[in-house]
């Protein structure tokens, strides 16, 4: 188990963080998937995944603020999961706005996005009642990760249940966390080699969620080799992605396929918001001030530190812009891009001068 240590403040002057468009995609529903410019597209309805994620940002900013928004807020994506939930302990995805799921089953990313948003209601200063709801679904969820062969369904579920487990919950997880995270260790010794310190022949999308999972899962059982192997794979994202002190993600027109030329458009704010909260973890876990930098780094991607030099978050709205192409910026604000926006702003506020105070209502 990591020891805390004490935060260095990162200068720098930074929007407010606000709930608003966010409050505008969601519905009584859920959050809608897709926007149209900063309008909710209801044709593109809801998924799962969306869902979790904001229950994330929710349960995190409530846990920071207090806020009731926020907490209706939790109500409102906790209630569209426990609607998703099969009988089985499996989730459905993707719903029409008729309210009517359009899969028999969700992919295996989307149950570790799930088991990632139950954890995180476990493990926040929040109401029993959603704890209590969290755990219920939690549960019969757990068995699953053990046959994935995705590796990002892996290394999600890795995120929950690290969570839970820290909040005194499902304390007989701890061998399925040992259990994953060997297997999310053995995928990168087998792919691992010099110059290329990765789990894959390829950088696709939310890459950092890999050494995330790992820094959390040495928290949890304080296995040295999941640390070694979440370093070496965080600094060699480092160095493919932050270029001449700028984040560059691997874009996903083409992505970036060993050996080959990498993508570098378009950029998704969903790689952005993994390779800083890989930073983060880093941090917490190392002590090591370098990931809180780079932490910063990724950040300011969203304020016009890029490739493009334009902001991706907008004030205005409280939104985020769909990504970065080699033509502009995306003009669309969905779901998924504001909500990573969003949870960037909300971790990284801890370590930003007078940062609460970036915390409004309006």
């Not at 998937?33 to 799962?48: D, L």
Request: proline share 4%.
């Amino acid at each position: 188990m990591s020891a805390p240590h004490a935060a260095p403040l990162i200068d720098g002057h930074y929007p407010e963080i606000s709930l608003g468009h966010l409050e505008t995609l969601t519905d009584r529903t859920g959050v809608i998937q897709h926007a149209i410019y900063s309008i909710p597209n209801r044709r593109m309805g809801y998924c799962t995944d969306d869902n979790c994620r904001a229950l994330v940002a929710a349960v995190r900013h409530h846990e920071i603020t207090g806020s009731r928004r926020s907490l209706r807020l939790v109500s409102t994506y906790l209630s569209f999961v426990h609607y998703a939930q099969l009988t089985n302990g499996k989730f459905h995805n993707f719903m029409g706005f008729e309210q009517i799921f359009l899969d028999g089953e969700g992919s295996e990313d989307c149950l570790g996005r799930t088991l990632w948003s139950l954890g995180q209601c476990l493990a926040a200063n929040i109401h029993d009642n959603v704890k209590q709801v969290a755990h219920e679904l939690l549960v019969p969820a757990l068995p699953y990760p053990e046959t994935m062969s995705a590796l990002r369904g892996r290394c999600y579920s890795l995120l929950g249940m690290t969570l839970a487990i820290g909040a005194g919950y499902v304390p007989e997880a701890v061998d399925r966390v040992r259990a994953l995270a060997d297997s999310v260790v053995r995928d990168y010794e087998n792919q691992a080699g010099p110059g290329w310190e990765w789990f894959e022949p390829y950088l696709t999308y939310s890459n950092a969620l890999m050494p995330l999972a790992l820094f959390c899962s040495y928290e949890t059982t304080g296995n040295t080799r999941y640390l070694e192997v979440a370093r070496e794979s965080y600094a060699f994202l480092e160095k493919q992605c932050i270029i001449d002190g700028m984040l560059q993600v691997v874009g996903c027109n083409g992505w970036y396929f060993k050996g080959r030329e990498r993508a570098w458009f378009d950029q998704q704010p969903v790689d952005v918001m993994m390779m800083i909260l890989a930073a983060v973890a880093g941090f917490r876990v190392t002590g090591a001030p370098k990931y809180l930098e780079l932490a910063k780094v990724s950040f300011d991607w969203f304020f016009g530190h890029n490739a493009l030099g334009v902001p991706v978050h907008d004030p205005v709205t409280g939104g985020c812009f769909d990504g970065l192409m080699a033509t502009g910026r995306n003009s669309n604000q969905g779901a998924e891009s504001t909500i990573c926006c969003l949870i960037s702003q909300i971790e990284m506020s801890a370590y930003i001068v007078d940062g609460r105070s970036l915390f409004v209502e309006n």
